[in-house]
């Protein structure tokens, strides 16, 4: 949750993604993951709704009493 409200502070901006970038010589490609280009780019997309559901499961668990 920690990493989320940071996440979401920083403008929904990693800010290792902006210390990476500022480290990384001028005219240097900077990845700040290492996967195939199309996952890269939708990683957001796909893990927000993981997230959302893990922690609707939580809720839903956590008021069952189990």
């Known amino acids: ?10 403008g929904f ?3 290792l993604k902006v210390w990476a970038d500022n480290l ?3 005219g240097q490609p900077m990845s700040d993951i290492y996967l195939p280009r199309w996952i ?13 559901v893990a922690c ?4 839903v668990r ?3 009493g189990d």
């Open 1 to 10: 949750m920690v990493e989320v409200v940071i996440y979401v502070g920083n």
């Open 13 to 15: 901006l990693c800010p």
């Open 24 to 26: 990384t010589p001028a």
């Open 40 to 52: 890269a780019a939708r990683v957001v997309v796909v893990s927000t709704p993981i997230l959302v």
């Open 56 to 59: 609707l499961l939580i809720v």
């Open 62 to 64: 956590l008021l069952q």
